[in-house]
Every structure is written in C-alpha cells, then in structure tokens.
C-alpha cells in the first residue's frame, strides 16, 4: 500500500544551517502518528516542510505518491495536507465566522458542507458560537487557538498536522481538543500531531516518533514507546 506521506533523508534549516539531517518516516493513511521531542527538536521545522513553508535542502516529501518537496503551501493545503500552525495564524481584524470560512475556503464551492462543518466546529467549542461576530483579535489566547483548530478542519483535510495544539488551552478544553482529535481519527482521518503533552498525545497515537537534535532517535509503536522506560524518562516526564 502507498503510505499517504513518505519522508525520505529530509534536510531542512534556517540561512544554509541545518537544523533537521536526515529525517526519514512514512504515515500510512487512517494512522495517528505523535512526534515527541525537546524543545529545539526540529518538530516545527518538520512541520513547516511540509507545509510548504520552509524549503527542504535535501531529500524528498511524497504525499499520496506524488513529489510535493517543491509545492507552494497553498497548493499542498488544496491537496488536502492541512497543518493547524502553533502560532495562532488567523485573520485578527475579520470576524470568527468570517474566519472559519476562510478556513473552509479550498472548498468554497460545497457550500452544504461548509454550513455542516460550521455547524459541528461551533458544537465542538461552543464559545465560538456565542464570540461569532467578534473579531478574531479580541478573543483571548485560548479561544484564538480553539478558532485556529476549528479552520483547520474547515478544509476537511486528507492529512490532519497538529503543532501543539494544546497549548494556551485550560486543562478542560485541551481534554475536549484531545477528544477531538481522537474522534477524527476514529473517522478515519489521518493526522500527525506534534504535541508537548507528550503522554496524552502518545496515548491517542497508533505509532510515535522521538525526536533529538534533528534526527529520529526511536520510533515504534505508541505503546512500545509509552512503556520504554528511557522513553518515559526522558519525554514523558514520569518513570
Ligand atoms: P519546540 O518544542 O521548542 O517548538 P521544536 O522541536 O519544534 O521545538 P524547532 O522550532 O523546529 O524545534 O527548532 C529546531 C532548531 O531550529 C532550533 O535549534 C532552533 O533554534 C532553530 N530554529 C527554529 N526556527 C528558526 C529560525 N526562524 N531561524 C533560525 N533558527 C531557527
């Protein structure tokens, strides 16, 4: 079966440095595949390869088969590989509905779904609901990235990437995003999640990745690695 994302000696960095050397791994459709790591891992840098956002130095990204190494970001997110960013990246002056369209944009025409998908982003965090006239920047920070998470999935994606989608969130809500994103799993949808609540993250996950200087230093399944006492240790803070 062709894995719906195959990495191959990915080198990716910032002004001719390095920061990954040689990431390689494969995403098999309908996986949860967690990527845990230190700070200064290279998991954003990973992430925003992907996306289009930083170009690869060496190596190649395959998604559904095809050579996107060289994509432009919109272009990867019309073919469906959809990243939820860390920073909150949304319209501040526009309006919570206004963004969550945008957030569905790719897929203007299907309007019918796009009114179901509201529907459901608005039930799954209903604060957005009551703040949907305001604008985007006068919500706080946890609301904003409730509002990021929900335009993400507005595209529907094929290949769900979540950076730390946890953070800024109280402890209920980020127990409501982990559901979530379990439920969409459950669905079907495939998604490499990238998460600093590495526990929980590995608990929802079918393989895990670890992380250290830019390269994969273990890989295995989630519950070989949540039971590795190393692993525990080192990434998820308890022996
Ligand atoms: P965190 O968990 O802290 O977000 P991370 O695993 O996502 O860490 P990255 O943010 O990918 O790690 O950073 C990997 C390395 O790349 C770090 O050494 C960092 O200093 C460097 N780096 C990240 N962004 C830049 C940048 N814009 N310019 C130069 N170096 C950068």
Redesign the pocket.
């Known amino acids: 079966m062709t894995p719906l994302l195959s990495i191959r000696d990915l080198v990716v960095?910032?002004?001719g440095?390095p920061?990954?050397h040689g990431v390689s791994f494969d995403l098999v459709g309908g996986e949860l595949l967690t990527i845990v790591?230190?700070?200064?891992?290279?998991?954003?840098?990973?992430?925003?390869a992907l996306s289009g956002l930083r170009r690869a130095m060496a190596g190649s990204i395959q998604f559904d088969g095809v050579d996107i190494t060289r994509w432009s970001p919109a272009r990867i997110v019309a073919a469906g590989l959809v990243q939820v960013p860390?920073n909150r990246r949304l319209f501040p002056a526009s309006t919570v509905m206004e963004n969550l369209r945008l957030g569905g944009y790719v897929r203007r025409r299907h309007r019918a779904e796009l009114a179901a998908d509201i529907d459901a982003a608005l039930e799954m965090f209903p604060i957005l609901a009551e703040r949907s006239s305001q604008r985007a920047g006068a919500l706080s920070g946890g609301e904003q990235q409730m509002l990021t998470i929900s335009m993400g999935l507005m595209a529907r994606p094929r290949l769900l990437v979540l950076?730390?989608p946890s953070l800024g969130l109280a402890p209920v809500l980020v127990e409501r995003v982990l559901e979530h994103i379990h439920q969409l799993h459950q669905h079907g949808t495939t998604v490499l999640l990238?998460e600093?609540l590495a526990d929980k993250a590995l608990g929802l996950a079918d393989r895990g990745i670890v992380?250290k200087l830019?390269e994969i230093v273990a890989a295995g399944s989630a519950a070989e690695l949540r039971n590795d006492p190393s692993i525990r240790q080192a990434y998820l803070g308890n022996v």
């Not at 790591?37 to 925003?48: M, Q, R």
């Open positions: 960095g910032y002004d440095v920061v990954l790591g230190a700070n200064g891992a290279g998991k954003s840098t990973l992430l925003k860390e950076d730390e990238v600093q992380m830019g």
